[in-house]
């Protein structure tokens, strides 16, 4: 019995620390000023993929904030995938593991915040004059925060306080192939419409008698491809006036204007001009192989677009040499023009030692200083994020040699950065609330379940539609928003396994205890004669 009841406590503790957003933790609580006499170790975790100068960018910044806090140790641990990073923390979460800093979207900070206490609220680290951003007892010149762009820094706003700070930002573009549309009789506008990209994508699917396409010859064209159909349902709707969601979560998608948006989509599925990177592939193989004629993909992605690209996936030899024209997102209205902001931020989460918390408040800062936001943007289509950084000389510098070279001064890369600089003004962010991530997936899932409808030969009609919006609100649990919250606050959704493994093995060990101190019982009755 002695070796049950130690095997019966061990599986106890193992299902207590498991549980799925644990409850508890302690308020953070600014520290009159940072303790330097005392050794941190922090972990920072970043999103890459194949960009090495981007990890060089990363590792360089670390080295020379370890020079400066020699008595602070950043480890940086490295993700493919801005989802990866997500689903990794919501586990840490429930077993009180997570990384001091993160690099994630605002939907996803807004799950985090489930958890009570998870993240730290930066309002008051933030307003520090010593600590805070442009504080005077920092080792390095950080911004102010009047030198934060506004537009980027309102984003991380959720629940009335900043959870976080914005690190880069993109929007999306339309990559060209500006050959081929005047090869097709027409003139690329300075603003494109939704119309006339589905008109010239239509004319670009004309065949020859033998099959080939009469565009390049070819056996394969998908003139339209768009990358991320959340962006593109999304950005359409909001173009429309039309009904996503509120600020406060209520969900508003499966409405009329989703449907006609859905059945546009289906007919030029159809004729065989729009498909999407889930379902074809990434959209500047195609464009780069002269199979494509418009790709829509972020602007931090234009090192991969065009026939002098950078960074070209795919075999020299199957490289088209076109020439490459680089415009915002189609639009409803060109004199009202709407565009999405997108791009990472910077959120520092809760530890049981505050002076470790401003040890991550620190490095954090760090990263929006003018040497790290200009290195990085450079890398891609990014824009920095702080007036700072974009005024510095260096970089108004970077962006006057466009088309100087192919590499860091890639024309269609610069263009693309230009793109954002020019119309901050016209971008806009969705609501941000527990839950934000799947309403925003099943944008993008109806959108590419109807196109695999239409290659499967099913009719996409309103009985089709009406199912889809069925399918998906159940699939992401949008039918379950805000009916278990307390508090305002919803659960943090579909338990990670091992969560579900730690709890299952909880329920077991109650079974276990139950029975256990049943049978003691039983031995110490006395027994009748």
């Known amino acids: 019995m002695k070796v049950l009841k130690v095997w019966l406590s061990a599986l106890l503790a193992l299902g207590l620390c498991g549980c799925h ?191 080939t396409y009469v565009l390049n010859g070819q056996n394969v064209m998908l003139p339209f491809i768009y990358k991320s159909t959340d962006n593109m349902m999304i950005q359409i709707l909001k173009q429309m006036g039309a009904g996503y969601s509120t600020e406060d979560g209520t969900i508003e998608i499966f409405n009329e204007d989703t449907k006609e948006v859905l059945g546009i989509i289906a007919d030029s599925a159809s004729a065989g001009a729009f498909s999407t990177f889930s379902i074809s592939g990434y959209p500047a193989n195609f464009l780069n192989a002269g199979q494509c004629v418009f790709a829509i993909d972020s602007t931090a992605g234009a090192t991969w677009m065009g026939s002098d690209a950078p960074l070209i996936d795919i075999a020299e030899d199957a490289i088209i040499p076109f020439e490459t024209e680089v415009r915002m997102v189609p639009q409803i209205n060109p004199d009202d023009p709407k565009m999405i902001s997108q791009g990472p931020s910077i959120c520092i989460f809760n530890k049981s030692d505050p002076q470790e918390v401003m040890a991550s408040w620190l490095f954090a800062q760090y990263l929006l200083t003018d040497e790290v936001q200009m290195a990085y943007a450079q890398t891609e289509g990014y824009v920095p994020v702080t007036s700072k950084a974009q005024n510095n000389p260096a970089y108004q510098e970077y962006l006057a040699l466009s088309g100087t070279d192919n590499d860091t001064h890639y024309s269609v890369k610069i263009e693309a950065t230009k793109l954002l600089l020019e119309n901050a003004e016209n971008t806009f962010i969705t609501p941000v609330f527990n839950g934000s991530t799947s309403l925003r997936n099943a944008a993008g899932q109806m959108i590419e379940d109807v196109v695999k409808a239409i290659n499967r030969n099913q009719t996409v009609d309103d009985a089709f539609v009406e199912k889809e919006f069925d399918s998906v609100s159940s699939m992401y649990r949008l039918d379950q928003l805000g009916s278990d919250t307390i508090g305002g606050k919803e659960d943090l959704g579909p338990l990670p396994t091992m969560s579900k493994v730690l709890l299952g093995t909880l329920g077991v060990v109650w079974i276990l205890i139950v029975v256990y101190f049943i049978v003691d019982r039983m031995k110490k009755m006395p027994h009748s004669k």
Request: glycine share 6%.
């Open 21 to 211: 957003g644990s409850k508890g933790a302690s308020a953070f609580a600014k520290p009159e000023a940072f303790d330097e006499s005392k050794q941190y170790e922090i972990t920072f975790w970043a999103k890459n993929d194949t960009n090495k100068t981007q990890t060089d960018i990363y590792e360089k910044a670390i080295a020379d904030f370890e020079q400066l806090y020699p008595n602070i140790t950043v480890n940086l641990r490295l993700y493919t995938d801005y989802g990866k990073i997500y689903n990794d923390v919501i586990t840490n979460i429930s077993t009180g593991t997570t990384p001091n800093i993160c690099i994630t979207y605002p939907d996803h900070i807004a799950t985090y915040m489930t958890g009570e206490n998870v993240v730290v609220p930066l309002d008051e680290l933030m307003d520090d004059p010593s600590y805070g951003l442009g504080g005077s007892a920092l080792k390095f010149d950080s911004p102010s925060t009047e030198e934060i762009v506004p537009q980027f820094l309102a984003e991380c706003v959720l629940d009335d306080q900043h959870y976080a700070l914005p690190y880069m930002r993109s929007t999306e573009a339309v990559y060209i192939n500006k050959d081929y549309v005047e090869q097709l009789g027409y003139t690329i506008p300075d603003v494109l419409t939704w119309d006339f990209i589905f008109e010239v994508s239509r004319a670009a699917t004309a065949k020859n008698p033998d099959g």
